[in-house]
């Protein structure tokens, strides 16, 4: 047969060149190129604006800040790719997006081996985001991203304007890791020095294991910082120990950044990550606090860090990670639709 010659009545003997009508229900989420559930990719600020976009996500694929395993520079790429069957959150009986304008971004052009520079880009980025009035939803990469990130958020308003909920089995408050001050040990201090956030609204949820050393504990309650430790919430219950978290980010402040460390949960549910410790939160419990806080609160932004896919098993922790995002989504669109102001910095 010559190639250049094709026959075409060969396919067309099987009825292969009849028309199809296009599926009704879309395609599946495995095929295509993944956005964020599939939502539109749209990485021109000025586009992001003009359509008015309620929510940006955006991908921080950054990890030169890890201190134990690297690899949560793919979590961007990991948490695209998961399965999503639908819209409509069974949870909050809502379809999120057909509430809000949901876009995806895309990644922070980031490169390896230049952690000063990534970070420099992390923060020009998330402010261009912000900027359009999107509420920008980073996808990480380390925990060390929180710095640019929320960096940007606090100059977009005002500094020690926005409280933090951080959800976390470390505080990463160290004040620096082997000589660097850009590990991903040490963000929330590098946020408290520089007076982007104010200690006394920097609460952190679910810390457990063993560190930071008791002086880090020192400078963290002489910065006024709250936190609540797994053994509380063994004791009074998650619900309970997030509503107070929420109520001391916002003693002072009206918005919340909402960081999702995924170590929080425990690695038999969050195996993928670079510094698992035992004895963490339910995947379920991580779920509904991030429910009960965006439906609470306004957010100013929202990371979710620390996925590695190399550890993972099954996309167990990706799929976490992903559903974190869209509950969050989910509990935006329930305060856009019953009436509250438009999420982010329109807030
Ligand atoms: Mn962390």
């Known amino acids: 047969m010559n190639p250049a010659d094709p026959s075409p009545a060969i396919g067309a003997r099987f009825g292969w060149d009849r028309a199809f009508a296009p599926d009704d229900e879309g395609l599946p989420s495995y095929v295509g190129l993944p956005t964020f559930s599939g939502v539109p990719l749209v990485t021109e600020a000025a586009a992001i604006a003009a359509r008015g976009a309620d929510v940006a996500i955006l991908g921080a694929p950054h990890d030169d800040g890890t201190s134990h395993r690297p690899g949560a520079r793919f979590g961007p790429r990991a948490i695209r790719a998961i399965y999503t069957p639908g819209d409509h959150s069974l949870q909050l009986d809502i379809q999120p997006f057909s509430v809000l304008d949901v876009v995806d971004a895309g990644d922070v052009a980031l490169t390896p081996g230049w952690a000063d520079r990534n970070h420099a880009r992390i923060w020009q980025r998330v402010r261009e985001v912000a900027g359009t009035g999107a509420l920008p939803i980073v996808l990480g990469g380390d925990h060390s991203i929180t710095w640019p990130v929320v960096t940007a958020l606090a100059e977009a308003r005002a500094p020690r304007s926005i409280g933090i909920v951080h959800f976390d089995a470390h505080a990463d408050t160290a004040p620096e890791q082997w000589g660097t001050l850009s590990g991903h040990g040490s963000p929330m201090r590098r946020l408290i020095e520089s007076g982007a956030v104010a200690g006394r609204n920097f609460v952190q949820v679910g810390l457990r294991g063993y560190w930071p050393p008791p002086e880090v504990f020192d400078w963290m309650r002489a910065q006024g910082m709250r936190w609540h430790t797994m053994r509380e919430i063994e004791e009074r219950g998650a619900e309970a120990v997030v509503a107070d978290a929420i109520a001391e980010a916002l003693d002072g402040p009206d918005l919340i950044h909402l960081s999702v460390d995924i170590d929080v949960v425990d690695p038999g549910m969050a195996p993928g990550t670079g510094t698992p410790e035992p004895g963490g ?33 099954a996309e167990v922790t990706a799929t976490l990670a992903h559903r974190v995002v869209l509950e969050a989504i989910s509990a935006l669109a329930v305060r856009r639709r019953d009436g509250s102001t438009a999420p982010g910095a329109r807030g």
């Open 281 to 313: 939160l339910l995947g379920r419990e991580l779920l509904r606090a991030v429910r009960q806080i965006v439906g609470a609160v306004e957010l100013a932004g929202m990371d979710v860090v620390e996925v590695a896919p190399a550890y993972d098993h």
